[in-house]
């Protein structure tokens, strides 16, 4: 397994940005597609972006489409997501996960692997 731990989340205002990191430890990173999820109070977890093992295949969510970027770094063991033009809804406790499933899964339960999460506040 992948132990995964994330950081980057804070308070910031409608329209900033934040970038989150989620450093990876195991020999396999390079080897997993990995993802970001995040939930809000009473909601469920929801999909926000993945990228496949080599980096060569991205999806996101419709909400996140065209503000949001996830990459990667294999030299590094560390997952990215760039998170420009935020608003209020966006906050939420981000999780990122690892997945040995091919191509771009969005599925939490293809996921085995997930950090302690981040908090991210987004004020009006």
């Known amino acids: 397994q992948v132990q995964l731990v994330e950081s980057g989340g804070g308070l910031v205002q409608a329209g900033g940005s934040l970038r989150l990191s989620c450093a990876a430890s195991g020999r396999t990173f390079s080897t997993v597609a990995m993802g970001w999820f995040r939930q809000a109070p009473g909601k469920e977890r929801e999909f926000v972006a993945v990228?496949?093992?080599?980096?060569?295949?991205?999806a996101y969510s419709d909400s996140v489409k065209g503000r949001f970027t996830i990459s990667r770094d294999n030299a590094k063991n560390t997952v990215y997501l760039q998170m420009n033009s935020l608003k209020p809804e966006d906050t939420a406790a981000y999780y990122c996960?690892?997945?040995?499933?091919?191509?771009?899964?969005?599925?939490?339960?293809?996921?085995?692997?997930w950090g302690q999460g981040t908090q991210v506040t987004v004020s009006s």
């Open positions: 996960a690892a997945s040995s499933s091919l191509g771009v899964p969005r599925g939490h339960r293809d996921f085995g692997s």
């Open positions: 990228i496949s093992w080599s980096g060569g295949s991205t």
